[in-house]
């Protein structure tokens, strides 16, 4: 069966605007997408009629710790940071997401379909981050991929946990230290696995160093926590020392260093924008910075770091980047395309092409100003949500 939406303003973000459109769908995948002009028969099916509303792909955030830590709850629904060990490359996001915690609903209304969600920045190495959707039940039917990145933690947070606990690290050299020897560590257990393998003889089991390999041999993307410009530096020539891909996630002091992260090929999570400075790391929080970065040629997306910003104001963010210079289009493939290319899964997600999951939002608004509200939502081919 197909279902066909017509007449839609379409921004596939991958192309230009179809000023007057439609989209075929086919089970859980775009099997269609072009002007009015080009309809092809439909013999039986479903038939939408936008009536000139914005069709977009389905909005993207691509830095949360959504379904980990959970809504309204305290220590019982927080299972952000694992605080008793600097370096946790075994954790994995998708044994903590409970995919029933209400702000998936929340998100899923407000138009954003996917997700990277996974550990907090307590540790310099924290754990495996989960892209996946935000409708369903089943946590595992849910993945996109898993996992979608390793996550690393600069700056202030693992030097302020374990100061309290007087253990190791208390300074931003131990942090970068510590990700060092881990990752050294794991280029010797890679070697020490192909020699026994050779030789046809069993090597030591290590949990934390199996998590940590597809770094080297799958190109498995790490996200780096990291907020002042000396910590995205740090960033930078960690990453580029073990030839890791990688992004910068917060990148709060990246206005200030644009040009060389431009130069070197960084991507940037820009975010949260709407946020008290509350330590002093954010000392320099502007919603300026994603103009700032696009402008030099940086690769950005914008993100919540939901609960910071709950996830449903993700496009409100995307709208005040825009009232401080970034260009609309770059703000919407910012929540769209460019987080799923960042993460791996623009396969999948993040534009209106064939073959795609129909993942789509219907509005009859701007979506990036505070009064907008889906008409229709879209996940897998099925209606999720419709405006009453």
């Known amino acids: 069966m197909i279902m066909r939406i017509i007449h839609a303003k379409i921004y596939p973000i991958s192309g230009p605007v179809v000023e007057d459109g439609f989209v075929d769908i086919v089970k859980d995948k775009i099997a269609a997408v072009g002007p009015m002009g080009s309809l092809p028969a439909l013999e039986a099916g479903e038939v939408i009629d936008a009536q000139g509303a914005m069709l977009l792909p389905g909005f993207i955030d691509s830095h949360t710790h959504i379904g980990i830590c959970e809504d309204s709850l305290g220590f019982e629904g927080d299972d952000i940071n694992e605080q008793t060990d600097p370096c946790t490359p075994q954790l ?6 409970n995919p029933l915690d209400f702000c998936f609903t929340e998100a899923m209304h407000a138009g954003v379909t996917s997700v990277v969600t996974g550990p907090g920045s307590a540790n310099p190495i924290g754990g495996q981050l989960l892209a996946m959707k935000t409708y369903g039940r089943f946590v595992d039917d849910m993945v996109i991929k898993a996992p979608a990145a390793m996550k690393f933690a600069l700056g202030e947070n693992p030097k302020t ?7 190791t690290p208390t300074t931003r050299m131990a942090t970068a230290a510590i990700i060092r020897e881990q990752l050294a560590k794991t280029q010797e257990y890679i070697e020490k696995k192909k020699r026994a393998r ?3 003889e069993l090597w030591e089991f290590d949990a934390k160093l199996e ?3 597809p770094l080297f041999t799958q190109g498995l993307p790490v ?3 990291a907020h002042r410009a000396d910590d995205i530096c740090t960033a930078m020539r960690i990453a580029e020392e073990f030839h890791l891909n990688y992004a910068v996630i917060h990148c709060t002091q990246g206005h200030k260093i644009a040009d060389v992260l431009a130069a070197r ?17 954010l000392h320099d929080l502007t919603p300026a910075t994603p103009g700032i970065l696009h402008r030099a040629g940086v690769r950005l997306s914008i993100i919540t770091d939901h609960p910071v910003i709950p996830i449903q104001y993700l496009p409100i963010c995307a709208g005040l ?3 401080e210079g970034l260009p609309y289009e770059e703000a919407l493939r910012a929540i769209t395309l460019t987080p799923a290319e960042i993460c791996g899964v623009s396969n999948r997600v993040g534009s209106i092409e064939p073959g795609k999951d129909a993942d789509l939002v219907l509005f009859d608004c701007d979506p990036l100003t505070i009064a907008a509200k889906p008409a229709l939502v879209m996940g897998g081919g099925a209606v999720l949500y419709r405006a009453e």
């Open 92 to 97: 994995r996001a998708i044994d903590a997401v």
């Open 161 to 167: 946990v374990y100061h309290e606990k007087n253990e």
């Open 198 to 200: 050779r030789e046809g």
């Open 211 to 213: 998590a940590l390999e």
């Open 223 to 225: 996200h780096i926590h």
């Open 265 to 281: 090929h960084v991507a940037a999570m820009s975010g949260p924008l709407i946020s008290e400075r509350c330590k002093p790391e």
């Open 321 to 323: 980047a825009v009232r």
